[in-house]
Protein backbone atom coordinates (compact mmCIF):
# COMPACT_ATOMS: atom_id res chain seq x y z
CA UNK A 1 0.00 0.00 0.00
CA UNK A 2 1.22 3.18 -0.82
CA UNK A 3 1.53 6.26 1.78
CA UNK A 4 2.38 9.95 1.70
CA UNK A 5 2.71 10.98 5.18
CA UNK A 6 3.43 15.42 5.60
CA UNK A 7 4.51 16.40 8.85
CA UNK A 8 6.69 19.59 9.91
CA UNK A 9 3.12 22.58 9.36
CA UNK A 10 2.50 25.08 12.35
CA UNK A 11 2.17 28.38 12.98
CA UNK A 12 4.82 30.81 11.17
CA UNK A 13 5.28 34.91 11.39
CA UNK A 14 5.31 36.66 8.01
CA UNK A 15 8.92 36.48 7.23
CA UNK A 16 9.50 33.43 9.08
CA UNK A 17 10.75 30.46 7.87
CA UNK A 18 9.44 26.31 8.02
CA UNK A 19 10.41 22.92 6.70
CA UNK A 20 7.89 20.47 6.30
CA UNK A 21 8.54 16.78 5.05
CA UNK A 22 6.89 13.84 3.59
CA UNK A 23 7.76 10.51 4.44
CA UNK A 24 6.91 7.87 1.35
CA UNK A 25 5.75 3.89 1.75
CA UNK A 26 5.19 1.55 -0.55
CA UNK A 27 6.87 2.92 -3.76
CA UNK A 28 10.68 5.25 -4.11
CA UNK A 29 11.47 8.52 -4.13
CA UNK A 30 13.89 7.31 -6.61
CA UNK A 31 11.67 6.36 -9.27
CA UNK A 32 9.09 9.01 -9.12
CA UNK A 33 8.34 12.42 -9.90
CA UNK A 34 7.34 14.26 -6.51
CA UNK A 35 5.20 17.34 -6.05
CA UNK A 36 3.98 20.25 -3.65
CA UNK A 37 0.49 20.98 -3.79
CA UNK A 38 -1.19 23.81 -1.41
CA UNK A 39 -4.21 24.44 -0.86
CA UNK A 40 -5.61 27.56 1.26
CA UNK A 41 -8.46 27.36 3.30
CA UNK A 42 -11.61 27.14 1.23
CA UNK A 43 -9.63 27.75 -2.15
CA UNK A 44 -8.36 25.97 -5.07
CA UNK A 45 -5.05 23.77 -5.58
CA UNK A 46 -1.88 25.37 -6.51
CA UNK A 47 1.02 23.72 -7.93
CA UNK A 48 4.26 24.73 -5.87
CA UNK A 49 7.32 22.56 -6.51
CA UNK A 50 8.37 19.05 -8.39
CA UNK A 51 11.58 17.24 -8.11
CA UNK A 52 12.80 14.37 -10.67
CA UNK A 53 13.81 10.90 -9.79
CA UNK A 54 17.39 11.97 -9.80
CA UNK A 55 16.53 14.89 -7.98
CA UNK A 56 18.67 16.92 -10.85
CA UNK A 57 15.58 18.64 -12.46
CA UNK A 58 13.62 20.96 -9.87
CA UNK A 59 11.28 23.27 -11.05
CA UNK A 60 8.50 25.97 -8.67
CA UNK A 61 5.74 27.79 -9.20
CA UNK A 62 5.64 31.36 -9.89
CA UNK A 63 4.82 31.88 -6.56
CA UNK A 64 7.22 30.91 -4.90
CA UNK A 65 10.11 31.18 -6.88
CA UNK A 66 13.18 32.30 -5.19
CA UNK A 67 11.78 31.29 -1.86
CA UNK A 68 10.66 27.55 -1.20
CA UNK A 69 13.49 24.47 -1.79
CA UNK A 70 12.82 21.37 -2.77
CA UNK A 71 14.75 18.36 -1.82
CA UNK A 72 14.53 14.22 -1.03
CA UNK A 73 16.49 11.89 0.88
CA UNK A 74 16.38 9.18 -0.91
CA UNK A 75 17.73 7.03 1.81
CA UNK A 76 14.89 8.11 4.10
CA UNK A 77 12.24 7.92 1.07
CA UNK A 78 11.03 11.37 2.35
CA UNK A 79 10.69 14.97 0.20
CA UNK A 80 11.42 18.30 2.02
CA UNK A 81 10.28 21.51 1.22
CA UNK A 82 12.09 24.67 3.12
CA UNK A 83 9.71 27.82 3.07
CA UNK A 84 11.37 30.78 3.54
CA UNK A 85 10.07 34.65 3.58
CA UNK A 86 7.01 33.51 4.18
CA UNK A 87 3.86 35.66 3.28
CA UNK A 88 0.44 35.46 4.93
CA UNK A 89 -0.57 34.36 1.59
CA UNK A 90 1.15 30.66 2.02
CA UNK A 91 -1.17 29.75 4.54
CA UNK A 92 -2.83 26.16 3.54
CA UNK A 93 -2.90 22.74 3.55
CA UNK A 94 0.47 21.52 1.94
CA UNK A 95 0.19 18.14 0.15
CA UNK A 96 2.67 16.46 -1.31
CA UNK A 97 1.17 13.70 -4.29
CA UNK A 98 2.99 11.66 -7.29
CA UNK A 99 1.32 10.45 -10.39
CA UNK A 100 2.37 7.34 -12.69
CA UNK A 101 1.56 7.30 -16.33
CA UNK A 102 1.31 3.96 -17.69
CA UNK A 103 0.45 5.11 -21.29
CA UNK A 104 -2.89 4.05 -23.00
CA UNK A 105 -3.89 7.35 -21.21
CA UNK A 106 -3.61 5.61 -17.84
CA UNK A 107 -2.29 6.94 -14.53
CA UNK A 108 -2.59 6.57 -10.82
CA UNK A 109 -1.94 9.20 -8.56
CA UNK A 110 -1.17 9.34 -4.84
CA UNK A 111 -1.50 12.35 -2.37
CA UNK A 112 -1.35 12.65 1.33
CA UNK A 113 -3.56 14.01 3.90
CA UNK A 114 -1.28 17.04 4.25
CA UNK A 115 0.03 19.45 6.31
CA UNK A 116 -1.14 22.77 7.49
CA UNK A 117 1.05 25.98 7.26
CA UNK A 118 -0.15 29.18 8.67
CA UNK A 119 1.42 32.33 8.35
CA UNK A 120 -0.02 35.01 10.84
CA UNK A 121 1.39 37.79 13.48
CA UNK B 1 4.13 28.77 -17.75
CA UNK B 2 0.39 27.46 -18.81
CA UNK B 3 -2.09 29.07 -17.17
CA UNK B 4 -5.67 26.97 -16.78
CA UNK B 5 -9.36 28.93 -17.00
CA UNK B 6 -12.18 27.25 -15.54
CA UNK B 7 -15.82 28.29 -16.03
CA UNK B 8 -18.27 28.42 -14.63
CA UNK B 9 -17.08 29.10 -11.42
CA UNK B 10 -19.54 27.53 -10.10
CA UNK B 11 -23.27 25.69 -11.15
CA UNK B 12 -26.51 24.48 -9.82
CA UNK B 13 -28.12 21.74 -11.70
CA UNK B 14 -30.81 19.51 -11.03
CA UNK B 15 -30.80 15.98 -10.14
CA UNK B 16 -30.60 14.40 -14.21
CA UNK B 17 -29.17 17.11 -15.66
CA UNK B 18 -26.61 17.33 -17.78
CA UNK B 19 -23.50 19.27 -16.83
CA UNK B 20 -20.68 20.89 -18.75
CA UNK B 21 -17.24 22.60 -17.26
CA UNK B 22 -14.91 24.25 -19.63
CA UNK B 23 -11.41 24.25 -19.33
CA UNK B 24 -9.07 26.65 -21.79
CA UNK B 25 -5.01 26.63 -21.62
CA UNK B 26 -3.18 29.71 -22.42
CA UNK B 27 -1.16 27.88 -24.36
CA UNK B 28 -1.43 24.58 -26.62
CA UNK B 29 -1.17 21.50 -24.24
CA UNK B 30 -1.95 18.83 -26.87
CA UNK B 31 -3.69 15.97 -25.00
CA UNK B 32 -2.17 16.59 -21.62
CA UNK B 33 -5.16 17.14 -19.26
CA UNK B 34 -6.54 15.97 -15.94
CA UNK B 35 -9.41 16.31 -14.63
CA UNK B 36 -9.88 16.25 -10.92
CA UNK B 37 -13.29 15.75 -8.42
CA UNK B 38 -12.62 17.28 -4.78
CA UNK B 39 -15.07 16.61 -1.98
CA UNK B 40 -15.03 18.48 1.27
CA UNK B 41 -11.87 17.33 3.56
CA UNK B 42 -10.81 15.04 0.79
CA UNK B 43 -7.76 14.85 -1.63
CA UNK B 44 -8.52 15.22 -4.87
CA UNK B 45 -9.75 12.29 -6.79
CA UNK B 46 -8.63 11.25 -10.39
CA UNK B 47 -11.19 11.11 -13.17
CA UNK B 48 -9.94 11.72 -16.10
CA UNK B 49 -6.37 11.70 -17.47
CA UNK B 50 -5.16 12.15 -21.18
CA UNK B 51 -7.68 14.67 -22.16
CA UNK B 52 -10.38 11.86 -22.31
CA UNK B 53 -9.13 8.50 -20.96
CA UNK B 54 -11.68 7.56 -17.58
CA UNK B 55 -9.84 6.27 -15.13
CA UNK B 56 -10.41 2.95 -13.83
CA UNK B 57 -13.46 2.67 -10.99
CA UNK B 58 -15.17 6.53 -12.85
CA UNK B 59 -18.80 6.01 -13.39
CA UNK B 60 -19.52 6.30 -17.32
CA UNK B 61 -21.93 9.31 -16.66
CA UNK B 62 -18.79 11.35 -16.94
CA UNK B 63 -16.71 12.07 -20.39
CA UNK B 64 -14.14 14.63 -21.66
CA UNK B 65 -12.99 15.61 -24.68
CA UNK B 66 -10.18 18.33 -26.04
CA UNK B 67 -6.86 19.12 -27.43
CA UNK B 68 -5.06 21.76 -27.91
CA UNK B 69 -6.07 25.02 -25.47
CA UNK B 70 -9.93 24.19 -25.04
CA UNK B 71 -11.61 21.14 -23.06
CA UNK B 72 -15.01 20.08 -21.33
CA UNK B 73 -16.14 17.13 -19.09
CA UNK B 74 -19.40 16.65 -18.76
CA UNK B 75 -21.66 14.66 -16.20
CA UNK B 76 -24.10 13.12 -18.00
CA UNK B 77 -26.86 12.67 -15.81
CA UNK B 78 -25.91 14.68 -12.42
CA UNK B 79 -26.38 12.38 -9.47
CA UNK B 80 -26.30 13.72 -5.42
CA UNK B 81 -22.92 11.89 -5.04
CA UNK B 82 -21.47 14.61 -7.86
CA UNK B 83 -21.33 17.42 -5.49
CA UNK B 84 -17.50 18.47 -5.85
CA UNK B 85 -15.21 20.99 -7.10
CA UNK B 86 -14.06 19.94 -10.15
CA UNK B 87 -10.61 20.96 -11.66
CA UNK B 88 -8.83 20.77 -14.77
CA UNK B 89 -4.92 20.24 -14.70
CA UNK B 90 -2.39 20.65 -17.60
CA UNK B 91 0.28 19.09 -17.43
CA UNK B 92 2.66 19.87 -20.47
CA UNK B 93 6.26 18.68 -19.48
CA UNK B 94 6.08 22.21 -17.65
CA UNK B 95 4.90 22.51 -14.46
CA UNK B 96 1.72 21.40 -13.33
CA UNK B 97 -1.11 24.33 -13.71
CA UNK B 98 -4.55 23.68 -12.11
CA UNK B 99 -7.96 25.39 -12.71
CA UNK B 100 -9.47 28.00 -10.43
CA UNK B 101 -11.88 24.79 -10.01
CA UNK B 102 -15.79 24.82 -10.54
CA UNK B 103 -18.42 23.87 -8.10
CA UNK B 104 -21.14 21.84 -8.63
CA UNK B 105 -24.29 21.55 -6.59
CA UNK B 106 -27.74 20.27 -6.57
CA UNK B 107 -30.23 22.27 -7.31
Known amino acids: EVQLVESGGGLVQPGGSLRVSCVVSGLSVSTEWMHWVRQAPGEGLVWVARISPDGKRITYGEVVKGRFTISKDDADNTVHLEMNSLRVEDTGVYHCTTRRDYGSGKAVDFWGQGTMVTVSS | ?107
Request: charged fraction near 15%; proline fraction near 6%.
Open chain 2, 1 to 107: DIQMTQSPSSLSASVGDRVTITCRASQAIGGYLTWYQQKPGKTPKLLIYAASTLQSGVPSRFSASGSGTDFTLTISSLQPEDVATYYCQGYNGAPWAFGQGTRVEIK
